[in-house]
């Protein structure tokens, strides 16, 4: 067993996050397993880019307001205490609203020679606007 000390937390790339996303690695697996988790916090409007996980995901929405969307899908609101499970190879963006911060934990499984994730193209302004149109309320 060991303990691992709190890690410095680290702004996200401008590749692949559209606003301030900060992630704090928690942890990351070595062989036999290779589970990753990070704990994400999205500043209001902040986003990731399009992207999907070789082996799903799984986001553990504790702290405020945001949203997830599939490709070709309507957004779906997220809220704290909800669990979103993202199949593998399904593309999809998650991040904040444009009013609150938003925290989740991120578990994914990694290759043993590295992160399991095909990033895609940022989010656009205009795809931002329409997916918190399309929210219901
Ligand atoms: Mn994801």
Redesign the pocket.
């Known amino acids: 067993m060991k303990i691992r000390p709190v890690q410095p937390s680290h702004l996200g790339s401008e590749n692949t996050f559209t606003g301030d996303v900060w992630r704090t690695p928690l942890h990351e697996g070595d062989a036999p397993g290779y589970l990753s988790v990070n704990l994400i916090h999205f500043s209001p409007g902040a986003r990731?880019a399009w992207?999907?996980?070789d082996f799903g995901?799984i986001?553990l929405v504790v702290e405020g307001a945001g949203l997830v969307q599939v490709r070709g899908e309507s957004a779906q609101r997220l809220r704290a205490g909800d669990v979103v499970s993202?199949a593998p190879h399904e593309e999809?963006?998650?991040g904040a609203d444009e009013e609150h911060f938003m925290a989740h934990y991120?578990l994914?499984e990694s290759h043993p020679h590295g992160p399991a994730?095909t990033w895609g193209e940022h989010v656009t302004d205009e795809q931002y606007r329409q997916a918190l149109e399309d929210l219901e309320d």
Do not use: D, P
């Open positions: 990731t992207h999907s996980h995901q986001l993202a999809h963006w998650h991120s994914v994730v």
